[in-house]
DNA sequence: TAGTGGTCTAGACCACCAG
DNA sequence: TGGTGGTCTAGACCACTAA
């Protein structure tokens, strides 16, 4: 797989910040002498700094410099776009899934307004528990297009929906809008978590969209309280 | 206030846009036409185009064209950085302020933490809570750096700090990190909000920077479980 | 005033998609 | 194969910061 020249240095200077190589609250060298050290244009360093800039490593100040952010605070899931999967595995915690239902269904009112079908669509729907340490603290909710996906195992649903459609069937992912609520826990909840007498659980209801802009799947994601963490990185809209 | 030739031509597109002169599902122009319509460069026209993906406005797909979104579907705060007069306001509902305390201290230990400064630096610590339909629903605590602001007074706090800072103090704010966690409540949440017998509340943990990179203010943000929502739009990250 | 980042241009070549 | 968006270049002028 080819790196672009911009991604490539962005990689590069992003594990000199992650080193300690570039401090935090230091000046990164000027735009100029960046475009001289790698071999490349300014505006080709400026798309590199503005992925920086955006992903929190750096803050770009007009007629001084990209001072250099304390990025061991701006740790976590920056992007809101991350599978349990890898959640997991980078935490360093025991964990596990467990595939309560795996089916085909034809999509009720809510579920036709949700992923925007008729009725004669047909949907995946799958209902999975995540432990972690031993604790069933999220249930998974997945609605999917069987359109965009013919076929769908348990194994997979045990390994990584997200895996399964990039690497295997070649779907690209782009973008999804993501809503958090707290709510009185269902029947459902209390049957698959360790509810361990809480009353509510956090929602969050995902929206995911291919790269061609067609919606893909409607997620319902169900924490139990105490464990729910949400991490977001925001910046200013400019006016 | 003079506007960019890109922030122009991205104005004009997201008003065609709402108005519905260019319909979701349709394509914009190619990024060529684009170019020769509004007599500019191409790249100027894909900075604009960026900035219309990045905000939810269209999908660039790659050899077609520029999908328009459904942005009906993508209507309240996508940055996630808004103030609550901002968001009361365009809400049509019934809103309130009530200032509870408004003093200087000198940091305590978490708080040294959390604003990354030495003992001798003064803090304004301002306790408010938000009512919305007489119900008083958030209680948000806010820890402001006096070194950037020198003076606060109540009837600011009961319209909006924010807007103090910006239009007032001519300070920018950049961006901020927002942790958002269910957290018991406590006395002090008791009392200031209108708990109907909720055990938690929901936290968002904020920290506010400055254009120049410089920590601003660190915020808490306590909601009662039944008023909370958060929305939130992600793209996923470039590999 | 020298140096920084912000904007803009007019080209070029490439990978991808549809007909 | 022609048109699309993605990347990249080598310049230019500007607004802002710090000395």
């Known amino acids: 797989m080819k790196e672009n020249k911009f991604m490539a240095i962005y990689n590069n200077l992003v594990k000199n910040i992650k080193e300690g190589k570039l401090k935090a609250g230091s000046l990164l060298p000027s735009e100029h002498e960046l475009a001289e050290q790698f071999g490349t244009s300014r505006e080709t360093i400026r798309k590199s700094l503005n992925l920086l800039s955006y992903n ?10 990209s001072v250099v952010l304390d990025v061991s605070r701006f740790d976590f ?18 964990w596990r899934t467990n595939v309560h239902e795996l089916v085909l269904i034809k999509p009720d009112n809510l579920l036709k307004q949700q992923l925007k079908v008729t009725g004669k669509d047909e949907i995946w ?5 995540r432990e972690i340490d031993h604790e069933k603290i999220i249930l998974d909710k997945d609605f999917i297009k069987k359109q965009f996906v013919p076929t769908i195992t348990k194994d997979i649903c045990k390994d990584s929906l997200y895996h ?19 709510e009185e826990a269902t029947a459902e909840d209390r049957e698959y978590l360790d509810i ?4 509510h659980v956090v929602v969050v209801r995902n ?4 790269d061609n802009a067609s919606l893909l799947q409607y997620t319902e994601s169900r924490h139990r309280l105490d464990k729910f963490r949400f991490v977001d990185f925001a ?5």
């Open 207 to 210: 929206h995911v969209y291919l």
């Open 196 to 199: 361990n007498g809480y009353t």
């Open 56 to 65: 929190g490593y750096i803050q770009k100040v007009r007629g001084k410099g």
């Open 125 to 129: 729907k799958v209902v999975r528990s």
């Open 164 to 182: 399964y459609f990039e690497r295997e069937l070649g779907l690209v992912i782009s973008f999804a809008k993501k809503e958090i609520t707290v």
């Open 235 to 239: 910046r200013r809209e400019r006016r």
């Open 77 to 94: 899931p920056v992007s809101g776009l991350v599978s349990f999967r890898e959640l997991a595995k980078s935490s360093g915690k025991d």
